[in-house]
């Protein structure tokens, strides 16, 4: 047996030892290594590490962000999604809005105690004449305030119609004198001027105050007085648009006349009678109109009658008329009595 020992073939220097190859000992190594891993594995232990195997790499070790703490009285904010940044207001900017605010606010409070007192506290500012005039306005007259805003359109016709009468009432001045110059018509230059007199200030007092107080308050009693007196506007334009010869009015009729004496003469008088036709056409489509909003809103003969018995009795002066009559008439029978008694 001791023979068998000593005969060891590897023992040999001059033979090559199988082992002793580097690859062969690396083999050799990992086996031992994976063998080593088997051996420590334990399958009943729940805390393995399953990336044991893969390499790990070297860990950086954890910075705090440093948070500012928020200040006293306010909440700690919080992360919004994508916002815009909001706007930078200033003082200055919040004091300019609040004084605007105010200031509309008191307009629209200036306003609609305007509308709930009337224009009987209100200031006349019609006809708009200069401070230094003698003469002071007489009516109060705001569209944009007064009248609804669905009729201020048909309202500002009126107006302007009126205006453009007075226009043509004036140039009709001028027509009378061309006439008196050309062909000696004392009495077209004379009736023309009482025509603008007369005709300018009564058309606004009988036919557009009537429906411009019809527009503000809805009152049928001044729609009824504005069909009424219309009508005769009406009549009296188409006799103006006629032209008369010696009428006071430079019609058709006077400038036809006027042109066997004068071109010239007969030219300006033609366009005064143009403007006349013009005039009496806007009269009969604005009186259409009106007719058609008068009826739309369901006035009546009967409302404007009751009206016109409420404005009559809330009269101040036929109150006191009707008061002194009545105090008259008790001392009258006293009188009476005492005199019978006697």
């Known amino acids: 047996m001791s023979n068998f020992d000593d005969d060891n073939p590897f023992s040999d220097p001059t033979i090559d030892n199988p082992f002793a190859d580097p690859s062969v000992q690396q083999v050799a190594k990992s086996t031992n290594s994976a063998t080593s891993r088997l051996d420590d594995y334990n399958p009943f232990d729940g805390q393995q590490n399953v990336n044991q195997t893969a390499p790990q790499q070297p860990s950086q070790p954890a910075i705090m962000q440093a948070v500012s703490p928020p200040a006293a009285g306010q909440l700690p904010s919080q992360p919004q999604q994508s916002q815009a940044p909001p706007q930078n207001f200033t003082t200055a900017d919040f004091q300019r809005r609040q004084e605007e605010l105010e200031r509309k606010a008191e307009e ?6 305007e509308l709930r007192a009337g224009s009987a506290g209100r200031r006349n500012n019609w006809p708009p004449l200069p401070a230094i005039c003698p003469i002071q306005p007489c009516f109060y007259q705001d569209i944009n305030v007064d009248i609804p805003l669905e009729f201020q359109r048909i309202v500002r016709y009126l107006y302007h119609l009126w205006m453009f009468h007075a226009l043509l009432l004036a140039v009709n001045m001028i027509g009378g004198l061309t006439l008196l110059i050309v062909d000696n018509h004392y009495s077209t230059f004379g009736l023309s001027i009482l025509y603008f007199l007369l005709l300018t200030p009564f058309s606004f007092v009988c036919w557009y105050r009537p429906i411009y ?3 503000r308050s809805d009152s049928s009693f001044n729609f009824m007085v504005f069909f009424f007196i219309f009508l005769f506007q009406i009549i009296i334009t188409i006799v103006q648009a006629i032209g008369i010869p010696g ?3 430079c019609g058709l009729i006077t400038s036809i006349k006027t042109f ?3 071109i010239a003469a007969g030219i300006i008088t033609l ?3 143009i403007g006349f036709i013009v005039a009496a056409v806007a009269e009969v489509l604005l009186i259409t109109k009106v007719h058609r909003i008068y009826r739309s809103t369901g006035a009546s003969m009967a409302k404007a009658q009751a009206e016109f018995t409420t404005e009559i009795l809330r ?3 036929v109150q006191t ?13 006293i ?3 005492t005199t019978n008694r006697y």
Do not use: D, T, Y
């Open 108 to 113: 629209l409070a200036r306003r609609e105690a």
């Open 213 to 215: 107080k019809a527009f």
């Open 247 to 249: 009428g006071g009015f």
């Open 260 to 262: 066997n004496v004068n």
């Open 271 to 273: 366009f005064i009678a």
């Open 315 to 317: 009269n101040q002066h």
């Open 321 to 333: 008329a009707a008061s002194s009559a009545a105090a008259a008439a008790v001392n009258a029978q």
């Open 335 to 337: 009188a009476n009595a």
